[in-house]
């Protein structure tokens, strides 16, 4: 079996979206911890607040797999992207689903792994932490709890939990 962190995301419907992302994910992997659910601020582009929150599971699927099928969700589920008059990104999301680490593996390409995201955004580190707080990022040579340091004072706001 194959241990993955995943970072969800949704700014429409954003509850119902991140239990349906859930059931989705359900459906090809064992959903082995989940953190809270914290709500964060856009930072790419304009809308309403993101819901966020990270997954651990366990699957069979090869990376490829897991990444098409992540892909796939999110497709199903909903996202648009547009450019307004003033030339700013906005973006709707019923979901956004990102693997941050996927056993050991480290990659370039799509996916990047780990995701830089563990590294940059609040809204990824402090759930990931919530749920691995003993975890090591080997192909970085650190852990969560030093990324964490980092980003003990954040404007998260915890909304509730799966």
Not at 61 to 81: A, H, P, W
Not at 121 to 136: C, H, T, W
């Amino acid at each position: 079996m194959n241990t993955v962190y995943l970072a969800l995301g949704s700014n429409m419907h954003r509850h119902k979206s991140l239990h349906a992302a859930l059931e989705y994910i359900a459906k090809s992997a064992d959903i082995e911890k989940a953190s809270c659910v914290y709500e964060s601020i856009p930072l790419h582009a304009k809308g309403p607040n993101f819901y966020n929150m990270v997954i651990k599971v366990s699957t069979c699927y090869s990376l490829k797999m897991f990444y098409d099928l992540t892909k796939d969700i999110e497709v199903v589920m909903g996202r648009d992207n547009w450019v307004d008059s003033l030339g700013n990104t906005q973006s709707i999301r019923c979901i956004d689903i990102d693997i941050l680490l996927f056993n050991n593996v480290t990659s370039k390409t799509n996916p990047q792994l780990p995701r830089e995201d563990i590294f940059k955004y609040d809204f990824v580190v402090v759930p990931l932490y919530e749920i691995a707080p003993d975890l090591i990022i080997e192909s970085a040579q650190t852990s969560i709890a030093q990324i964490y340091e980092t980003f003990k004072e954040h404007n998260l706001k915890v909304v509730g939990d799966f």
